[in-house]
């Protein structure tokens, strides 16, 4: 049975890895050691991007500005881990992780963030533009709820197409307070839509709690307004991560539409660049850096010999070198011509799907 | 009210074929018709549009021939709704997205205007949003200020947009399987008292060409450049001041962005007086950027009187009909305001 918010207990932040269940997660019986790893390798991916960015900007070398993952990382790569190519997500103004997770390249990527010709957007678009529609990615979204019902869609087309794939949503804790998040639930809910919406509640939208701007305890509370199982899970685990997403597309494969997702995490960097953290205490930051998702997978793996602590280091280092490679790409990238300014704004009629 | 193509000059192409007499509203539907027969991935989507038949009842009958998985009936969610179909649209399909009246799409702005039109710049070009948003606009129905706008200038601001607005069944048909066509999304107008307008339709499918204007009177005096139910209106007018010698040569407009320009700097050459005639308020809208591009193109120079733009009154959509009426151009402003046009002098 698919667990509801009634019926689970414990959100991830009041459940240390001691206190989980000795059985080995699902993840790891469904995902050879290989995929395990390029999981975990992803997560480095993701943590090192974000400092190489965060690192262009303390350097005075980018231009707009940056939503940082930091301390997200199990819950785009947990959650993009069981889907295919063909499995569609849309995501947000903090994107990265999620476009990593769906197997990104981070050099194309970073030359997008510094706004260069060889981005995946030609420098159109940005960091909170970054798209990879060909590897099912319909892009991160400038708009607070933007891609939810985008995912929708995507998610109608699948069912009317009759293939066997899903679009799966990520979202914030703050978009969970837009219409566009009740419209687009309810509709995925009565046409029973292979959608997974997952919702990344970091605690803040921006520099607002959720304490001072969610009526319920927990986003996954308002499943049951819209008939669909509301799960909570511990968004630092990345299998807890990866077990929720199997279950909902089980699900939604059987035609019984769709699945909410809380993944309970929490982002350590601050909202922009902007940000000064007048909001929450040092502590609370410490407490949350102490729940390292990516620490915690690396441990896990070792303990079910999924990987040696010297594999761990390798796949560390290989991460490293790839984002530094990722980085002298973008440095060694053109910038866009000014004269090509218009180029994209519509389809070409030779080019007409 | 019948289509004004008996008034032209043989300006708007007639496709050979079997012609009948449809209304608008029928031309339309058997436009979606034919798209819904010839390719699987276009569906409607919209408040009412399957059993109830659409508001105005532009889709009856294609729920009993689609079924609902072609012809869907959403919930009250003009937001979703539009996400849903760029969502799809992304994914492969056809969607066509009606809106039951224009007022409320401006509750999908959202989706229209930030993800629709700019998806496909912002993601470098990699694709492509072939959405179809449709919508009465429009007066005239009692229908007061949250039924009856015209906003189609605030789309027309939009880059990335194509905006189309019909006047005649002939080309709601023809331009309707155009966007149909197109790859980007298309911002669909129906004026609300063109529905029952009947007119030559082809039976076989055929496109009117989006982004060019009509020629549907010729005139060497004045030219007014107009769409949607402005066009019969400017027809009836320059039909008026016909008989007082004044020769005025109307444009349909057709679409709104992209503006073909070509066709009125041609016309205002030809006649050096120039008259933009819209429902929608006067300020910042159509007629405004018609205006513009004259004065700033090689025909400013032929102008023989100042650019005269008659527009909506500024003014929420009154209910009361004698008030309805007169916040938006009647024919008898148009042959007035046209009439004093031809004869001043710069």
């Given amino acids: ?353 | 009210m019948t289509a004004p193509l008996s008034a032209t000059t043989g300006a708007l192409p007639i496709e050979p074929g079997a012609s009948r007499e449809l209304s608008f509203a029928e031309a339309l539907r058997e436009a979606m018709g034919q798209a819904l027969e010839a390719d699987d991935r276009v569906f409607l989507m919209g408040e009412d549009i399957a059993i109830y038949g659409g508001a105005f009842q532009v889709t009856l009958g294609l729920l009993e021939r689609f079924g609902h998985d072609r012809v869907m009936d959403t919930p009250i969610s003009e937001l979703g709704s539009a996400g849903v179909a760029v969502g799809a649209a992304l994914a492969g399909m056809r969607p066509i997205l009606e809106f039951q009246f224009q007022d409320f799409a401006t509750l999908a702005m959202e989706q229209i205007v930030n993800q629709a039109a700019k998806i496909r710049y912002m993601f470098g070009g990699k694709c492509s949003v072939p959405v179809v948003f449709r919508a009465p606009t429009g007066s005239g129905t009692g229908g007061a200020a949250q039924h009856s706008q015209s906003l189609e200038a605030w789309y027309a601001h939009v880059p990335g947009l194509k905006v189309v607005q019909p006047s005649n069944p002939h080309d709601a048909k023809g331009l309707l399987l155009a966007a149909l066509d197109d790859p980007d999304p298309v911002m669909f107008f129906e004026h609300k008292l063109l529905y029952k307008m009947k007119g030559p339709v082809p039976e076989a499918p055929y496109r009117v060409p989006i982004g060019k204007a009509a020629v549907v009177r010729q005139g060497t005096q004045v030219t007014i450049v107009a769409s949607a139910i402005m066009v019969s209106r400017s027809l009836e007018a320059a039909a008026i001041l016909a008989e007082k010698g004044i020769d005025v040569e109307v444009i349909d407009l057709r679409t709104l962005r992209p503006l073909d320009t070509e066709t009125i700097i041609a016309s205002v050459k030809k006649t050096t007086r120039l008259m933009c005639v819209y429902e929608g308020a006067k300020t910042l809208g159509i007629g405004a950027e018609i205006a513009a591009m004259i004065a700033e193109s090689e025909a400013f120079d032929y102008l023989d009187a100042p650019i005269l733009r008659l527009g909506g009154a500024e003014v929420p959509i009154p209910y009361s009909p004698v008030l309805e009426k007169a916040a938006v151009p009647q024919v008898a402003d148009i042959a007035a305001a046209a009439e004093r046009l031809a004869n001043k002098r710069v």
């Fill in chain 1, 1 to 353: 049975m698919t667990p509801t918010a009634q019926d689970v207990s414990a959100p991830g932040e009041a459940a240390p890895p001691s206190d989980r269940p000795a059985n080995p997660p699902r993840a790891f019986s469904v995902f050879s050691a290989a995929e395990l790893q390029t999981a975990l390798k992803k997560m480095y991916l993701i943590r090192r991007f974000e400092e190489a960015a965060e690192d262009a900007y303390q350097r005075g070398l980018t231009y707009g500005t940056m939503h940082l993952s930091i301390g997200q990382e199990a819950s785009a790569v947990g959650a993009c881990l069981p889907l295919g190519p063909s499995d569609y997500i849309t995501s947000t103004h903090r994107g990265h992780g999620h476009c990593i997770a769906k197997g990104a390249d981070p050099a194309r990527m970073f030359a997008e963030f510094s706004g260069k010709e060889t981005g995946y957007c030609h420098g159109r678009g940005g960091s909170m533009h970054i798209a990879d529609v060909e590897n099912g990615n319909l892009g991160a979204n400038g708009i607070v709820a933007g891609g939810i019902p985008i995912a929708v869609g995507a998610a109608l087309a699948i069912k009317k197409r009759g293939l066997p794939n899903v679009a799966l949503c990520f979202f914030g804790d703050g978009a969970a307070n837009e219409g566009a998040f009740h419209e687009a639930l309810n509709i995925a809910s009565i046409w029973k839509l292979p959608v997974i919406f997952v919702c990344e509640n970091n605690k803040y939208a921006m520099s607002t709690s959720i304490e001072r701007a969610l009526s319920v305890k927990n986003v996954a509370d308002r499943a049951v307004a819209y008939s669909m199982p509301g799960v909570i899970v511990d968004g630092n685990s990345l299998t807890d991560m990866a077990d929720a997403v199997m279950a909902a597309i089980e699900r939604a494969r059987a035609g019984l539409g769709p699945t909410l997702i809380e993944s309970k995490t929490y982002r350590i960097r601050g909202h922009s660049r902007s940000d000064r953290n007048r909001y929450r205490t040092k502590e609370e930051i410490e407490s949350w850096v102490a729940r390292d998702p990516i620490d915690r997978f690396e441990v896990e793996l070792i303990a079910h010999g999924l990987a040696t602590a010297a594999e761990c280091l390798a796949i560390r280092e290989a991460a490293e070198a790839e984002i530094a490679a990722a980085v002298k790409f973008s440095n060694d990238s053109p910038l866009p011509d000014a004269a090509d300014i218009l180029r994209g704004v519509h389809t070409p009629a030779e080019a007409k799907p």
